[in-house]
Every structure is written in C-alpha cells, then in structure tokens.
C-alpha cells in the first residue's frame, strides 16, 4: 500500500498541474453551405485532398516538372529547414521536464610558501575529486510542461506550413507551366497573323503602284503590320520569361527544351472533387497552422499562469575527494551534498501580471488568426467555384466567335479581291480574327488555372505529394 501511494505521489509530482485553459476550437465563420447561383454547380462529397497532384495534373511533362521542383526547389528547402529547426527546440524544451545528469572530475595541487604558512615551513596540498551531479526543477504547477506543450504547436504549425508551401509550389509551376504554353501559342498565331498582314501589304502596294489603292489602304495595311510585329516581339519576350521563371520554380534548368502550343481541346486535369465547407479545417494547412499557433498561444498562457507560483528545484551531488590521488576511490573517501531551493515571486512591478495579458493578448489575436484564414479559405474556394462553370460557358462562346471571325475574314478577303468592299473592312476582319483568337487562348488559360487554383484552395494533393518526397 506503502509503495502505491508512493508511485501515485511521484506521479503527481512529475506531471505536475496544467494551467493551460481548456481549447476551444472557435466557431467557424462562414456558411455551412457552398454558395449558390446561377455561377455555381452542385458540389460532390468526396475528397479533394484524396486526389493526388499525380492523379490531377493529366500532362506527362508537367508531372515532370512538378516531381523536380518538390526536389529542388529552394522556398521548399527552406520550409524544410524550418521543420526540421522547430523539432530540434521542441526537443530542447522537452528536455527541461527532465532531471540533468553530469560527471565532473577535477584536482587542484599546490605549494604555500613558509610565511603564509601557520607551521612556519612551506608545503604542497592536493585535493581530487570525482562527482556526480543532478539538477531538477520540479514543474508542480505546470510551467514547463506548457512551454514543452506551446513548443510542440509551433513545430506542428511548422509542418503545416510546409504543406502550404508545398502547394503553392505545384500550382506555381503548373500555373507558369500551362502561362508557358499559352503564350508559345500567342507567338505561333502572331507568327501567322504577320504573315496574312505582310501578304496583304505586298497586295495592297501592287494595287497602289497601278493606281488602284489608295494611299490610305496602303497606310493601313503597314500599320497592321507594325502592329503584329510589336506583339511578336512582345510574345518572344513572354516565352523566354515564362521559361526562366519555370527555371527558378524548379530550382535547375528545364530538362526539355521547348513546349507544345497550349491545346484549346486536351483535357489537362481531372475533374476536380469538391466535398463541403468543414473539409476545409482538416485539408488546408494553412488553416492547420493557424489552429497550431492558436493551440501554442493557449499553452503559453499556462506557463504565464504558473510563473506566479513558486519554483522548485533540487540539486545534488554525490562522489569521492581525496589529497591523494591513489586513494580518491578508497574507503571513507565519499561525500555527498543536497541542496534544495525554493523560489516565490514577491514584487516584480507587475511584470508577471503584463506577462499573462499578454500571453491573452497573443492568443485573442491567434484566434482572429485563424478566423480569417478560415474566411480566405472559403472565399478561395467560392471563387474558384463560380470560376469553374461559367470559364466553360465563356471558352464555348469564344470558340464560336473565332469561328464566326474566320468566316468573317474569308469573305471579306474574297470581296476586297473581287472589288466589292474596301481594304477597310477587310483590315477589320483581320484585327477582329486576331483579337478573338488571343481571347480564346486567354479564356482557355484563365480556366484551367482557376482549375489548379481550386486545386488549391481546396489543399487537395499534400498527402500524395508528401509522401513522394520523402
């Protein structure tokens, strides 16, 4: 019975007594429901974050790239870093719960002249010693375990941020991926477009050298061509850009040298699953962080709370000391020394009262915190939501307005050459044609990254993604 109790009492004395106050996780900010509308469609129960970026992204090339950026790239590297420092703290806060052991072995020799010696001759003194030493602070009210406890948040908030970087990172390099491609085939229909203006200039200055345009069509006709020639020179740029900011993002060069124009009927991605609004608390790591921290900052106002009360420490040693080395481990040689203290605050000008507000402070603020990240995460997805439907409905009115552009131009090049219309109207059937094609390709862009957006905002892909870099 004697040894129960005295197993519970120590157990006691251990663990000591938490301060932290009770978490409670803050209501959620926002609509149980997904909006709803004419921009928005009905939403599925499955689960964005069991869709792994490998099963997302339908593109050989751009999985390609997405597995050498989560090597290489150096934002992720230093996430890395960042987990990998905040576990080392939290082992060292950690360690403060636990007794510290050391050895320690010293000698000192040495020689007292005869006048300072009451004997009246000089002599020599020895004197080793070999110790072993135990501090301990007894954490009765909890001060250190919330420390260990708030150092423990801040590492798990660490390892979620890293997910969020790592998201970023494959929606950054499929957005620059597919931007890259886009604008390779901006240049192309620039490229062709150019050629149609030079042709018609070439026309345009038979027919003014017989007298037939007119000076003005003529001055239309090279104005269309600078035009085009500027956006060339404009696309060129565009792709180089594009290509150097894909560099970067893979932290290495690109291991192809170009890429296909963009494919306005090739489906990249997967149709994308969207589950409800709660999902969100568990598959966004940002939201994950922000919950972390707002744990960490409820835990630290337990340690503020237990500062007021007195600490506790014992110090012991115990060893052998001798004048004479051979004889430092004989019989009779042990000593031992314990030193328990006790520590009660008094007057400290109220600084242990400001510390506990602002430990308060510090968690009212964490938890506006995550209220917002909350609020941004479902405005991210609202977005993306209305994106979704409505970016099909315009790419599908847009490819039938660069059809309806084609059959503009045609007749008008066949009227302007068979002398019905003037160049007028044929210049604008070209610059019409022209504009529409590049809306189409820049409508077609916009879908597909609100797609990989909603990929995101939705934190799908991180499990999958984790688990292949590791």
Request: aromatic content about 8%; hydrophobic content about 40%.
């Amino acid at each position: 019975m004697k040894r129960t109790l005295l197993s519970v009492s120590l157990a006691v004395t251990l663990s000591g007594c938490s301060m932290i106050p009770d978490f409670q996780r803050p209501e959620s900010p926002v609509a149980n429901t997904w909006p709803q509308g004419d921009a928005y469609s009905a939403s599925t129960n499955e689960h964005t974050a069991d869709l792994g970026w490998g099963q997302f992204f339908q593109d050989p090339a751009l999985r390609e790239l997405i597995g050498i950026a989560l090597e290489n790239n150096r934002d992720l590297r230093i996430a890395a870093l960042n987990v990998d420092a905040t576990r080392a703290l939290y082992r060292i806060q950690r360690s403060d719960l636990f007794p510290s052991i050391s050895a320690d072995g010293g000698g000192n020799r040495s020689r007292t002249p005869a006048s300072l010696n009451p004997g009246g001759e000089a002599g020599i003194s020895s004197q080793y010693s070999a110790t072993l030493g135990i501090g301990w602070e007894l954490d009765l009210f909890g001060r250190l375990g919330s420390l260990q406890e708030q150092a423990l948040e801040e590492y798990l908030a660490t390892e979620a941020a890293q997910r969020s970087v790592q998201i970023s990172l494959i929606a950054a390099v499929a957005n620059t991926y597919l931007t890259w491609q886009a604008d390779q085939a901006l240049l192309e229909i620039t490229r062709g477009t150019l050629e149609t203006y030079d042709e018609s200039l070439s026309l345009t200055q038979r027919s003014f050298d017989v007298g037939v345009a007119s000076s003005l069509e003529l001055t239309q006709a090279r104005t269309a061509v600078e035009t085009a020639r500027s956006s060339l020179a404009r696309y060129t740029r565009l792709v180089a850009q594009d290509r150097n900011a894909l560099a970067q993002l893979l932290g290495q060069r690109i291991p192809f040298a170009g890429v296909d124009p963009i494919d306005l009927q090739r489906s990249y991605l997967t149709d994308l699953p969207v589950g409800l609004p709660s999902e969100l608390l568990i598959n966004r790591p940002d939201i994950v962080e922000a919950e972390r921290r707002l744990r960490g900052a409820n835990a630290n106002i337990g340690a503020a709370r237990a500062a007021f009360f007195p600490s506790i420490s014992l110090t012991g040693a115990a060893g052998s000391a001798s004048s004479d080395l051979d004889g430092l481990f004989e019989s009779g040689s042990d000593y031992w020394s314990f030193s328990p203290s006790i520590s009660l605050p008094i007057f400290n000008a109220g600084r242990l009262r400001a510390n506990l507000e602002y430990a308060e402070i510090i968690r009212d603020a964490r938890v506006a915190e995550y209220e917002r990240s909350i609020q941004e995460a479902f405005r991210d997805v609202s977005d993306g939501l209305a994106a979704r439907d409505t970016y099909v409905q315009q790419v599908e009115a847009q490819s039938d307005l660069v059809e309806a552009s084609e059959s503009y131009f045609q007749i008008a090049e066949r009227r302007y050459r068979t002398g019905v219309d003037s160049y007028l109207t044929l210049l604008d059937a070209q610059r019409q044609l022209f504009t529409a094609q590049q809306q189409l390709i820049g409508d077609r862009l916009g879908q597909l990254v609100s797609e990989v957006e909603l990929f995101k905002a939705l934190g799908g892909g991180w499990q999958a993604e984790v688990s292949a870099t590791q």
